[in-house]
């Protein structure tokens, strides 16, 4: 039996069946509602239920407050409806209105990056257009209706060839086999612009904490601002667990030496003993280096961890919640095993 859910701040609704989430039905009918780790950690896809029920199968997400919970807001990315919905939910601009594509895509060209992690350069339809916005991700779908998702690392000026930076999980399939040989010319079927962790014109100035491959939509966002002239004071914290985990860090020191407005950081939590670097958790020592926080508008894209102590620490720093965007990677394998409510995690 198919449900309806509505949206109450404008007039677009959409089905739902037993056993789905309310944010797959949304996805897939078009409509691209806030949302970004959707593996109930983040908060992004919190919507305010007006009228109806719904229900958690896998218990209550970790993204929810008491208070909250209290004011009457659910998780749409776990909520299962158990009747039709009113829902009151954030409108996010550009990318609330992107036309969400399934589309194939050929891997044009590799390489590696680090020992785990690689980037992909996919070629996508010449008859088709693909528009994003600077920080969105796409889907890579794989049989049995399982997905991966993958930020993309290429702003929109230069989207000729799609850049995703892709960690090898061991015992995924979609990565093992990107990582077992030469994966040129493998052709995937793709589905997006998704997320609404997307980059805002602004005077004010930028912060950047990235961690791990938290970098990519980052580098979007950075290649945008710095290539299209856009004259933002931008500071990166990209924060990795040794030396031979970062990547992209001498194009990051050549930017930093030649652009006055961007400074770079890079911090270790597990470093070598000859590392003579910042060393801890990259969102600490940025909040010890800049001590006020107040007047910028932060970009931060990690690890669930991560991203659940920058929510909760950096208002104690002055960080306005109006200006604080976030993304959270979960890490998750894409195997049949997984629970079908964590099939869509970043790597």
Known sequence: MNLRVSLANSDRSFSVVPNQSVLDAALRAGIN???SCRGGNCGSCRARLIAGKITYPNGPPLGLSEAEVADG???????????DLLLQSIEVGAADRAIIKRLPARIERFERLTHDVIAVFLRLPAAESFDFEPGQYIDILLAGGRRRSFSIASPPHDARLL?????HVPGGKLTDGLFARDPRGMLLSIEGPLGHFVYRESAAPMLM?????????LKSMLRHSIENRLQREITLYWGVRSERDLYWQYELEALAKSVPKFRYQVVLSDPGPDWRGKRGWVHEVAMRDIQSLDGYDIYASGPPEMISRIRADFGLAGASAERLFF??????LDTPARQDSMADTKS
Not at 73 to 83: E, G, K, M, P, T
Not at 327 to 332: E, G, L, M, N, P
């Open 163 to 167: 850049e995703l930076h892709i960690r």
């Open 33 to 35: 509602l806030p949302h």
């Open 209 to 217: 904490v990235g961690g791990g491959t938290g970098f990519a939509p």
């Open 73 to 83: 807001f659910v998780l749409l990315c776990h909520a299962r409806a158990q009747s």
């Open 327 to 332: 993304d959270s990677f979960d890490y998750a």
